[in-house]
């Protein structure tokens, strides 16, 4: 039965103009390979490779057979479930918070996308600490407002300086936006350069911050530090968090917010009427994952850091290949502009997209363009694989890379 084709037109603009997940996209072609037969070795997505703790599922399994938990749930999640959060958030963070000015959603995207929504309106200025997330862009462009991006140089791990800020700051700005640990540089902010920031931001009282803290766990510094955390902040911050990345528990969808009450009060009015609640059994999962044994998360930090140190030195091989050793989360970005320019005789490789398709098809490994996250001279490696695979990815990058001059 044959369909008929969409009239792109009648597309609204609003999406027409969105770009495509380049991580999204990325694993997409690695589905393609492998329906083919061909076997890819995927770093491109940020997905833990481990399964969810036993311990994590069995609080799943034990709210199923209670059978107590098939309604909807709260639209800003269970009140038990944001009791929890605000513990954690006392107890990690040194931040105190009460369960009305929490918002659990589906996933950190979904409460990222809720803040925003919620704060800008057309023609706000949104800075965005850039190599940024790819979705911090698209949301942002979805919101209508305008996105600033603050660059931070490879020579000072990807951070923006305090300086920076303080320049792109206009009486339009309303939002600033950053990561720490960093999605895609694993940068990670020291309590110095957050005190910096926070004195720049002292001097803009009308300017608000979301803070994405989803790796918080997978920090290799010995110490994470929340922006709110600062008494001059606590009242700007929006803080989100979530369980996919620390707990390895991507397929739940559970993410949340950590703000003041009035922000709060308006991220649940958007999401009421957009999704309503976060599924109720993932909801039972995290509440498990908050009050229970924590040990895997730190188990499973000390397995990425052990990775990271492995990547390193096997990156270190590849001539042409620049990059800062990752503080945080499980990814390099390295500047691979070296091989700009070069040709194996049959491909040309202009830039950091030419290059990961190359990769792709000669290599069989999947990484993400820098371009994605607004560093064009980049790419993405996921280290979040097992030691075999990223030593057979990193060695066939090697071998294919060596044919281009």
């Known amino acids: 039965m044959s369909h008929p084709v969409a009239p792109i037109d009648q597309i609204s603009q609003r999406i027409s103009n969105l770009a495509e997940s380049a991580t999204l996209a990325m694993a997409a072609k690695a589905r393609e390979y492998r329906a083919q037969g061909i076997e890819v070795i995927a770093l491109s997505l940020g997905e833990p490779d481990f399964k969810t703790p036993a311990h994590i599922c069995e609080g799943a399994k034990r709210a199923i057979d209670e059978g107590k938990y098939f309604s909807y749930p709260p639209v800003n999640g269970y009140l038990d479930l944001r009791q929890a959060i605000c513990q954690k958030l006392e107890r990690d963070n040194h931040i105190s918070y009460t369960p009305d000015q929490i918002v659990v959603s589906n996933g950190a995207k979904q409460s990222i996308a809720n803040a925003m929504f919620s704060l800008v309106d057309p023609g706000d200025e949104v800075i965005v600490y850039s190599p940024y997330w790819v979705s911090y862009a698209a949301i942002v462009q979805l919101a209508e407002g305008v996105p600033v991006y603050l660059e931070g140089s490879i020579e000072n791990d990807f951070k923006a300086t305090a300086e920076q800020l303080a320049a792109a700051i206009t009486p339009k700005t309303k939002v600033v936006i950053y990561s720490s640990p960093s999605n895609p540089t694993g940068s990670v902010f020291t309590r110095e350069e957050m005190a910096d920031m926070v004195k720049v931001l002292s001097a803009h009282p009308d300017v608000y911050v979301i803070a994405d803290e989803i790796y918080e766990y997978i920090n290799y510094t010995g110490e994470h530090v929340s922006l709110a955390a600062f008494p001059e902040m606590y009242e700007r911050t929006v803080t989100v968090n979530g369980f996919a990345k620390g707990y390895a528990m991507t397929g739940w969808r559970v ?16 999401q009421g009427q957009i999704t309503s609640a976060n599924c109720s059994i993932a909801q039972r999962a995290a509440l498990t994952a908050l009050t229970d044994n924590l040990e895997p998360t730190h188990a499973m930090t000390r397995e990425y850091l052990r990775r990271r140190d492995l990547v390193m030195e096997l ?80 060695s066939r990058i090697k071998q294919v890379l060596s044919r281009l001059s």
Do not use: H
Request: hydrophobic share 45%.
């Open 255 to 270: 993410g949340y917010i950590a703000a003041p009450a009035w922000i709060a009060k308006a991220c649940n009015k958007m």
């Open 315 to 394: 990156l270190k091989e590849i001539p042409g290949i620049r990059t800062p050793l990752p503080q945080g989360a499980f990814y390099f970005f390295p500047d691979v502009s070296a091989y700009f320019g070069k040709s194996d005789g049959k491909t040309n490789i202009e830039n950091a997209d030419d290059l990961c398709m190359y990769i792709l098809d000669e290599a069989q490994v999947a990484l993400v363009t820098g371009a994605a996250f607004g560093a064009p001279k980049c790419v993405r490696i996921s280290y979040a694989a097992s030691e075999e695979n990223l030593r057979e990815a990193i």
